[in-house]
């Protein structure tokens, strides 16, 4: 049964590129440009991994970290955190919100897809 995976991000290539590669790799794939998009797929659907942006289209500023503490408290999925606007601060605060790691966009796909692999290996 292949992986589950949820990626939320307001940058549609990003969406599209990360859903095509992860898609080839056997993953089974949902995405969402929105918090409330991703709650309400995290509510009805079971991932095994979850790759959000901090910074998402919406009426918060890093909606995306509120997002880490929704997922956490709903279950077992391993959380990434992945943007284009990291600082240690916003770090910091994604993992003391439950993040499992903490990528900058600058890293490439496949090194993401590694991180997560290895999280859901890990338990």
Same mark, same amino acid.
């Given at each position: ?12 290539? /990003?969406?599209? +590129?990360?859903?095509?590669?992860? @898609?080839?790799?056997?993953?089974? !794939?949902?995405?969402? =440009? =929105?918090?409330? &998009?991703?709650? %309400? %797929? ?6 095994? +991994?979850? /790759? @959000? ?8 500023? *890093?909606?995306? $970290?509120?997002?880490?503490?929704? $997922?956490? +408290?709903?279950?077992?999925?391993? !959380?990434?955190? $992945? ?5 240690? &601060? /916003? ?5 003391? =919100?439950? *993040?499992?790691?903490? $990528?900058?966009? @600058?890293?490439? /796909?496949?090194?993401?897809?590694? !991180? +997560? @692999?290895? %999280?859901?290996?890990?338990?």
């Amino acid at each position: 049964m292949p992986a589950r995976l949820l990626i939320v991000d307001d940058d549609e290539s /990003i969406v599209f +590129a990360m859903h095509d590669y992860f @898609t080839e790799q056997g993953w089974d !794939v949902d995405c969402a =440009r =929105r918090t409330e &998009e991703a709650e %309400l %797929l995290a509510t009805s659907k079971q991932y095994d +991994a979850v /790759i @959000t942006d901090v910074h998402l289209t919406g009426f918060r500023a *890093a909606e995306g $970290l509120e997002l880490v503490s929704y $997922l956490r +408290a709903r279950g077992a999925a391993k !959380v990434i955190v $992945l943007t284009a606007y990291g600082t240690s &601060e /916003i770090e910091r605060e994604a993992m003391h =919100r439950g *993040a499992h790691a903490f $990528l900058q966009k @600058t890293v490439p /796909i496949w090194q993401v897809a590694t !991180v +997560a @692999t290895q %999280l859901i290996a890990n338990g």
